[in-house]
């Protein structure tokens, strides 16, 4: 694990906010306790930087579901930017309901940046994510969601 200090001496940051939809979502209930499962899950969605340039990402991960309190979940993250470049990053977060029931879900969650490739090869850093998520419409796998990023960072050459 990296310390915080080693990567505030001399770290970057760079801002970014993801808007995202469910591509893949399996259900496996667990027996015996009442609307909870453990959820395979795959997002897609377009990150937008602070400068307003473009790029994807990728969430690949679980979520372990109890209806109507939320949970933990974990997975990874791509981020693929207009050049090129990448980020991979491992997170783990919880999501809980809206308690005033305007949107489905509230999430936090922080990580590791693990690998980097093109203008992030040699990244190591952190990142911490807060998001939401509109409640589903008809014809939805799942919900959409809108989450920002602060990654924090340090390229070793």
């Given at each position: 694990?990296?310390?915080?200090?080693?990567?505030?001496?001399?770290?970057?940051?760079?801002?970014?906010?993801?808007?995202?939809?469910?591509?893949?979502?399996?259900?496996?209930?667990?027996?015996?306790?009442?609307?909870?499962?453990?959820?395979?899950?795959?997002?897609?969605?377009?990150?937008?930087?602070?400068?307003?340039?473009?790029?994807?990402?990728?969430?690949?991960?679980?979520?372990?579901?109890?209806?109507?309190?939320?949970?933990?979940?974990?997975?990874?993250?791509?981020?693929?930017?207009?050049?090129?470049?990448?980020?991979?990053?491992?997170?783990?977060?919880?999501?809980?309901?809206?308690?005033?029931g305007k949107l489905a879900t509230f999430q936090k969650g922080s990580g590791e940046l693990i690998n980097g490739a093109g203008r992030f090869?040699?990244?190591?850093?952190?990142?911490?994510?807060?998001?939401?998520?509109?409640?589903?419409?008809?014809?939805?796998?799942?919900?959409?969601?809108?989450?920002?990023?602060?990654?924090?960072?340090?390229?070793?050459?």
């Amino acid at each position: 694990m990296i310390s915080e200090s080693a990567i505030q001496a001399g770290a970057e940051t760079l801002r970014l906010q993801v808007y995202s939809v469910v591509t893949k979502i399996e259900q496996f209930p667990v027996e015996n306790i009442a609307e909870t499962g453990l959820y395979p899950i795959v997002r897609d969605g377009l990150l937008v930087l602070e400068n307003g340039d473009l790029g994807s990402w990728k969430f690949i991960g679980t979520a372990n579901l109890t209806i109507g309190k939320g949970g933990p979940f974990s997975g990874y993250l791509v981020y693929i930017f207009g050049d090129g470049s990448t980020i991979v990053a491992s997170m783990a977060g919880t999501f809980w309901p809206d308690p005033e029931g305007k949107l489905a879900t509230f999430q936090k969650g922080s990580g590791e940046l693990i690998n980097g490739a093109g203008r992030f090869k040699g990244i190591k850093g952190t990142l911490s994510m807060t998001g939401k998520s509109l409640k589903t419409i008809k014809g939805e796998i799942a919900s959409k969601a809108y989450n920002e990023y602060i990654l924090t960072y340090t390229l070793s050459p």
